[in-house]
C-alpha cells in the first residue's frame, strides 16, 4: 500500500534524508527508531505533505498514487494519517466544527455524501468511547490548553474518525505517562485490522510493548540502517545506538 | 442643491453651504438644536477638515474625501419610493424592533410596535426635539466634542435628524432595537445623521445599528450618536458597517456614564470604502464598567481607521477595549486608542488590546495603544499584535484533510471569534456569527441589504 523508495529530502539545502527504502502492507505495524537527529521526524513530515521540506529524489507511491504529488489534504483524504508530535493549539476552532469538517471533506473526496449533524454526533460519540476520550475535551477549542496527555489522546481520537488506512504516528508516547500510554496503545490496537497498517516511531521500546511491531527499522544519518522483527527493538533499549552509530559512521 | 468648486478653501465650501442652507435645516428641528449650529460652524471652520497632520487622523486623511462634490438632502425630498420597494432584511431577521434611516431621515413609514412599555419613546430626533424639548436641553450636545474634532463639530452645524431613544427610569427593554440605515440616492450624496440615546436610571437597552448603502452612487455619512447612561443602567451599541466600496463613512459615538453603568460599543465594520470610527466614553462617576470592541474585516483598497478614546475619570471603574483587524489584498488600517485614568481615577483597571492579522506582503496596519495615567493605584494594560496566519496551525488542519482554502477560513473564523463573542446578546451573536463567516467565505454579496448584489462588479468597484 505505501512504497518509498530512495526518497531523499532537505531543508535549507541540509539534506536529512539521504535515500530511505520502505515498504508497508496491509496489517503490519513498522516501528521506526533511531538516535535524535536521525530523521525520524523529518520522514514523517514530509509523508503527510509538510511543505517546509524539499523532495529532491526519490519516490513515494500510496495505493499506486504518487503521494509526493498530492497536497497534504489529499494525502488524508486517500488514508493517510499523521500524528503529530507536537499537535498544535487552535484558538476559536472548536473541535466538533475542525472534526466535522475534515470528515466531511473526506467523504466528499471519495465521493460519499456528508454526515448529517446527528449522524455525525453518533459517531463521534462512538469513536470517543473507543478511544477513552474525555467527553468534554470535544466540546473545547482544538488542542487549547490540554495537556500533553490529552493532546495525544486527541490525537488518536482523530485517528478513530477519519479511519486512516496508514497512521504515523510521530513520537506519539513522548512525554505521556505510563496511564496515558497505555489509553493510547489501547486505542490504536483497538483501531488496527487486517486493511490497515501502522507506522510507530520511536525513541524507546516502552510503546513498543504496547503496540508490537512486526518489522523495527533502525534511521540514523537519513538512512534505514538496519531492518529486523521485533527483537531488534529490545536489543536497541539494551545496549542504546552506540553500537548503531559506530557501525555505521560515515 | 449641490456643491461645486475648485478654487474656494475647501472648508469654505463647507461653512457656504451651511449659509445658504440655514433656514432649511433649521425648519424640521427645535430651536435648541438650531441654536447650537453656528458655534459648531465656527469650530469646524477653526480647525477644518482633518488632514495627517492632525494627530488622531494621522493615518487617514479626510481632505480628499471631503473634497468630493456630493449632493444634499436637507429638504428630505431625495427618498420618496416605500422602502419595501427597495430593501428586504431577511439576513438579520433577528427577534428585534426594527426602524429604518433613509439618507440620515427617520423613515416616516416605519412602525412601531405597540407593546412598548410606558414611558418609552423610540423615533425621529428631528419629531422628538420639537416635542420633547426638555430632555434635549438636557441632554443633546453635552457628550458631543465638537472642540476636540472638527467633523463632529461639522455634525453639530447640520444636524437634522436620525433616531431618538429614550429608556425611562427601571425599564428594560429585552428586545434589541434595531436601527437599519439605508443610503439610497440617484445622486452623490452626503448625510449628517445625528442620534440622541437617554437611558435613565436602573433601564436597559440594546442597539443594533445596521448601515448599508442600497444605490451604487458616492456616498458621505458624517453621523454622530451620543448616548446618555445614567445610574445602574445598561447600555449596548452593535454598530454593523456593510456599505459598498464608494462609501464614506465617519461614525463617531459619545457615552456618558454614571454610576454603576455598564456601556458596549462594538464597531463591526464588514465592508466599506473608507471607515473612520471615533468611540469616546466619559466615565463620569464611580464603579462604572465599559467595554469597547470592534471588529473590522477588510479586502482589496478598503481602509479603516478606529479610534477611542475612553476617559476614566472617577475611580473604582473598569475598561475593558479590544479591536481585531482582518486585512486582506491591499486594505489598510489604523487604530488608535487612548486611556485616560485622571489623578482622582485610583483602582482603575483598565485594559486595551489591538491584534490584527495581516493575509498579504500589501496589507497595511497602524496602530497605536496608549495609555495616559496621572493616578498611582491602577491596573492597567495595553498591547497590539500584528501577524501572519499560522503556517503549523495550516498544515495541521490540511493534514485532517480540511483543504487549503477551507483551513484559512477557518483559522481567520478562529482569529475573529474572540471579538464576536464579546457580543452580550446571544441571539444576536449568533446572528454575527454566521455574518463574520459569510465575510470570510466572501459571500457577504448575496446579502439583500447590498445593492450591487447579483450584479456584476463594473469599473472601480465590485461588492466585496
Same mark, same amino acid.
Given at each position: 500500500?505505501?512504497?518509498?523508495?530512495? &526518497?531523499?529530502?532537505?531543508?535549507?539545502?541540509? *539534506?536529512? +534524508?539521504?535515500?530511505?527504502?520502505?515498504?508497508?502492507?496491509?496489517?503490519?505495524?513498522?516501528?521506526?527508531?533511531?538516535?535524535?537527529?536521525?530523521?525520524?521526524?523529518?520522514?514523517?513530515?514530509?509523508?503527510?505533505?509538510?511543505?517546509?521540506?524539499?523532495?529532491?529524489?526519490?519516490?513515494?507511491?500510496?495505493?499506486?498514487?504518487?503521494?509526493?504529488?498530492?497536497?497534504?489534504?489529499?494525502?488524508?483524504?486517500?488514508?493517510?494519517?499523521?500524528?503529530?508530535?507536537?499537535?498544535?493549539?487552535?484558538?476559536?476552532? $472548536?473541535?466538533?466544527?475542525?472534526?466535522? @469538517?475534515?470528515?466531511?471533506?473526506?467523504?466528499?473526496?471519495?465521493? *460519499?455524501?456528508?454526515?448529517?449533524? $446527528?449522524?455525525? &454526533?453518533? %459517531?463521534?460519540?462512538?469513536?470517543?468511547?473507543?478511544?477513552?476520550?474525555?467527553?468534554?475535551?470535544?466540546?473545547?477549542?482544538?488542542?487549547?490548553?490540554?495537556?500533553?496527555?490529552?493532546?495525544?489522546?486527541?490525537?488518536?481520537?482523530?485517528?478513530?474518525?477519519?479511519?486512516?488506512?496508514?497512521?504515523?504516528?510521530?513520537?506519539?508516547?513522548?512525554?505521556?505517562?505510563?496511564?496515558?500510554?497505555?489509553?493510547?496503545?489501547?486505542?490504536?490496537?483497538? #483501531?488496527?485490522?487486517?486493511?490497515?497498517?501502522?507506522?510507530?516511531?520511536?525513541?524507546?521500546?516502552?510503546?513498543?510493548?504496547?503496540?508490537?511491531?512486526?518489522?523495527?527499522?533502525?534511521?540514523?544519518?537519513?538512512?534505514?540502517?538496519?531492518?529486523?522483527?521485533?527483537?531488534?527493538?529490545?536489543?536497541?533499549?539494551?545496549?542504546?545506538?552506540?553500537?548503531?552509530?559506530?557501525?555505521?559512521?560515515? | 442643491?449641490?456643491?461645486?468648486?475648485?478654487?474656494?478653501?475647501?472648508?469654505?465650501?463647507?461653512?457656504? +453651504?451651511?449659509?445658504?442652507?440655514?433656514?432649511? &435645516?433649521?425648519?424640521?428641528?427645535?430651536?435648541?438644536?438650531?441654536?447650537?449650529?453656528?458655534?459648531?460652524?465656527?469650530?469646524?471652520?477653526?480647525?477644518?477638515?482633518?488632514?495627517?497632520?492632525?494627530?488622531?487622523?494621522?493615518?487617514?486623511?479626510?481632505?480628499?474625501?471631503?473634497?468630493?462634490?456630493?449632493?444634499?438632502?436637507?429638504?428630505?425630498?431625495?427618498?420618496?419610493?416605500?422602502?419595501?420597494?427597495?430593501?428586504?432584511?431577511?439576513?438579520?431577521?433577528?427577534?428585534?424592533?426594527?426602524?429604518?434611516?433613509?439618507?440620515?431621515?427617520?423613515?416616516?413609514?416605519?412602525? #412601531?410596535?405597540?407593546?412598548?412599555?410606558?414611558?418609552?419613546?423610540?423615533?425621529?430626533?428631528?419629531?422628538?426635539?420639537?416635542?420633547?424639548?426638555?430632555?434635549?436641553?438636557?441632554?443633546?450636545? !453635552?457628550?458631543?466634542?465638537?472642540?476636540?474634532?472638527?467633523?463632529?463639530?461639522?455634525?453639530?452645524?447640520?444636524?437634522?435628524?436620525?433616531?431618538?431613544?429614550?429608556?425611562?427610569?427601571?425599564?428594560?427593554?429585552?428586545?434589541?432595537?434595531?436601527?437599519?440605515?439605508?443610503?439610497?440616492?440617484?445622486?452623490?450624496?452626503?448625510?449628517?445623521?445625528?442620534?440622541?440615546?437617554?437611558?435613565?436610571?436602573?433601564?436597559?437597552?440594546?442597539?443594533? #445599528?445596521?448601515?448599508?448603502?442600497?444605490?451604487?452612487?458616492?456616498?458621505?455619512?458624517?453621523?454622530?450618536?451620543?448616548?446618555?447612561?445614567?445610574?445602574?443602567?445598561?447600555?449596548?451599541?452593535?454598530?454593523?458597517?456593510?456599505?459598498?466600496? #464608494?462609501?464614506?463613512?465617519?461614525? $463617531?459615538?459619545?457615552?456618558?456614564?454614571?454610576?454603576?453603568?455598564?456601556?458596549?460599543?462594538?464597531?463591526?465594520? %464588514?465592508?466599506?470604502?473608507?471607515?473612520?470610527?471615533?468611540?469616546?466614553?466619559?466615565?463620569?462617576?464611580?464603579?462604572?464598567?465599559?467595554?469597547?470592541?470592534?471588529?473590522?474585516?477588510?479586502?482589496?483598497?478598503?481602509?479603516?481607521?478606529?479610534?477611542?478614546?475612553?476617559?476614566?475619570?472617577?475611580?473604582?471603574?473598569?475598561?475593558?477595549?479590544?479591536?481585531?483587524?482582518?486585512?486582506?489584498?491591499?486594505?489598510?488600517?489604523?487604530?488608535?486608542?487612548?486611556?485616560?485614568?485622571?489623578?482622582?481615577?485610583?483602582?482603575?483597571?483598565?485594559?486595551?488590546?489591538?491584534?490584527? %492579522?495581516?493575509? @498579504?506582503?500589501?496589507?497595511?496596519?497602524?496602530?497605536?495603544?496608549?495609555?495616559?495615567?496621572?493616578?498611582?493605584?491602577?491596573?492597567?494594560?495595553?498591547?497590539? @499584535?500584528?501577524?501572519?496566519?499560522?503556517?503549523?496551525?495550516?498544515?495541521?488542519?490540511? $493534514?485532517?484533510?480540511?483543504?487549503?482554502?477551507?483551513?484559512?477560513?477557518?483559522?481567520?473564523?478562529?482569529?475573529?471569534?474572540?471579538?464576536?463573542?464579546?457580543?452580550?446578546?446571544?441571539? %444576536?451573536?449568533?446572528?454575527?456569527?454566521?455574518?463574520?463567516?459569510?465575510?470570510?467565505?466572501? *459571500?457577504?454579496?448575496?446579502?439583500?441589504?447590498?445593492? +450591487?448584489?447579483? !450584479?456584476?462588479?463594473?469599473?472601480?468597484?465590485?461588492?466585496?
Amino acid at each position: 500500500m505505501l512504497e518509498i523508495k530512495d &526518497l531523499h529530502a532537505k531543508i535549507d539545502d541540509k *539534506e536529512i +534524508l539521504r535515500g530511505i527504502n520502505l515498504t508497508v502492507k496491509p496489517g503490519e505495524v513498522h516501528a521506526i527508531m533511531g538516535p535524535n537527529g536521525s530523521g525520524k521526524s523529518t520522514l514523517s513530515s514530509v509523508l503527510a505533505g509538510s511543505e517546509a521540506f524539499e523532495v529532491s529524489e526519490g519516490s513515494a507511491s500510496f495505493y499506486g498514487k504518487n503521494l509526493l504529488d498530492m497536497p497534504a489534504e489529499d494525502r488524508a483524504r486517500e488514508g493517510l494519517f499523521y500524528s503529530f508530535q507536537y499537535p498544535v493549539e487552535i484558538p476559536g476552532v $472548536s473541535m466538533v466544527n475542525f472534526m466535522r @469538517t475534515a470528515v466531511n471533506e473526506q467523504r466528499k473526496y471519495n465521493n *460519499e455524501k456528508p454526515y448529517s449533524a $446527528s449522524e455525525f &454526533l453518533k %459517531l463521534m460519540r462512538e469513536k470517543k468511547k473507543l478511544v477513552e476520550i474525555d467527553s468534554n475535551l470535544t466540546n473545547r477549542s482544538v488542542n487549547e490548553g490540554f495537556s500533553g496527555g490529552e493532546k495525544k489522546k486527541n490525537e488518536i481520537f482523530q485517528m478513530a474518525m477519519l479511519q486512516p488506512k496508514v497512521s504515523i504516528l510521530d513520537e506519539t508516547d513522548s512525554g505521556l505517562d505510563i496511564d496515558a500510554l497505555r489509553i493510547v496503545a489501547n486505542g490504536v490496537n483497538k #483501531l488496527k485490522n487486517e486493511n490497515n497498517a501502522t507506522i510507530v516511531i520511536t525513541h524507546y521500546q516502552r510503546l513498543l510493548d504496547y503496540i508490537v511491531p512486526d518489522y523495527v527499522h533502525v534511521l540514523y544519518k537519513g538512512r534505514i540502517v538496519m531492518s529486523a522483527g521485533k527483537e531488534l527493538a529490545y536489543e536497541l533499549e539494551e545496549k542504546g545506538y552506540d553500537w548503531i552509530k559506530k557501525q555505521f559512521e560515515d | 442643491m449641490s456643491i461645486t468648486g475648485t478654487e474656494i478653501k475647501l472648508e469654505q465650501k463647507y461653512t457656504s +453651504l451651511f449659509n445658504d442652507s440655514k433656514t432649511s &435645516l433649521d425648519k424640521v428641528v427645535s430651536e435648541n438644536v438650531s441654536s447650537q449650529r453656528d458655534k459648531a460652524i465656527q469650530l469646524f471652520e477653526e480647525k477644518g477638515i482633518p488632514n495627517k497632520k492632525v494627530e488622531h487622523y494621522k493615518y487617514t486623511n479626510m481632505v480628499p474625501l471631503f473634497e468630493e462634490s456630493y449632493n444634499v438632502d436637507f429638504e428630505h425630498e431625495v427618498f420618496k419610493k416605500n422602502l419595501s420597494e427597495v430593501f428586504n432584511c431577511n439576513v438579520h431577521d433577528l427577534e428585534a424592533t426594527t426602524i429604518y434611516l433613509i439618507n440620515g431621515w427617520y423613515y416616516r413609514k416605519n412602525q #412601531l410596535p405597540e407593546t412598548l412599555p410606558e414611558g418609552v419613546l423610540i423615533g425621529s430626533f428631528a419629531e422628538f426635539s420639537k416635542s420633547h424639548p426638555e430632555l434635549f436641553e438636557k441632554h443633546y450636545n !453635552q457628550y458631543a466634542k465638537n472642540d476636540e474634532d472638527s467633523l463632529v463639530a461639522l455634525n453639530t452645524a447640520f444636524a437634522q435628524d436620525g433616531f431618538f431613544i429614550y429608556i425611562p427610569k427601571g425599564v428594560v427593554i429585552e428586545k434589541p432595537i434595531q436601527i437599519v440605515n439605508i443610503m439610497h440616492s440617484e445622486q452623490d450624496l452626503m448625510a449628517f445623521p445625528r442620534n440622541l440615546v437617554v437611558i435613565e436610571e436602573n433601564a436597559q437597552a440594546k442597539i443594533l #445599528l445596521c448601515e448599508h448603502t442600497l444605490s451604487e452612487n458616492k456616498f458621505l455619512l458624517n453621523g454622530v450618536t451620543e448616548a446618555y447612561v445614567d445610574k445602574n443602567a445598561v447600555f449596548d451599541i452593535y454598530n454593523i458597517q456593510n456599505q459598498h466600496n #464608494l462609501t464614506t463613512n465617519v461614525s $463617531s459615538v459619545f457615552v456618558k456614564q454614571k454610576q454603576h453603568s455598564s456601556a458596549l460599543t462594538h464597531n463591526l465594520t %464588514l465592508h466599506t470604502g473608507v471607515t473612520r470610527n471615533n468611540i469616546y466614553i466619559d466615565m463620569d462617576d464611580e464603579h462604572c464598567e465599559s467595554h469597547v470592541y470592534g471588529l473590522f474585516i477588510s479586502d482589496k483598497n478598503q481602509h479603516v481607521d478606529n479610534f477611542s478614546f475612553i476617559d476614566h475619570a472617577k475611580p473604582n471603574c473598569y475598561s475593558e477595549e479590544l479591536f481585531k483587524g482582518v486585512l486582506d489584498d491591499a486594505a489598510t488600517a489604523a487604530f488608535a486608542g487612548k486611556i485616560m485614568v485622571r489623578p482622582d481615577a485610583q483602582k482603575t483597571n483598565a485594559f486595551q488590546r489591538n491584534d490584527n %492579522l495581516l493575509l @498579504t506582503e500589501n496589507a497595511k496596519i497602524n496602530t497605536k495603544p496608549m495609555l495616559e495615567i496621572y493616578a498611582d493605584d491602577v491596573k492597567c494594560s495595553h498591547g497590539a @499584535t500584528v501577524g501572519q496566519l499560522d503556517e503549523k496551525a495550516m498544515f495541521y488542519l490540511r $493534514s485532517r484533510g480540511i483543504s487549503k482554502e477551507e483551513s484559512r477560513i477557518l483559522l481567520m473564523y478562529a482569529f475573529a471569534y474572540e471579538a464576536v463573542e464579546k457580543i452580550r446578546v446571544p441571539a %444576536l451573536r449568533e446572528q454575527i456569527r454566521d455574518l463574520v463567516e459569510h465575510v470570510f467565505r466572501g *459571500e457577504l454579496n448575496k446579502c439583500h441589504s447590498c445593492a +450591487l448584489c447579483g !450584479q456584476e462588479s463594473n469599473g472601480g468597484y465590485s461588492c466585496m
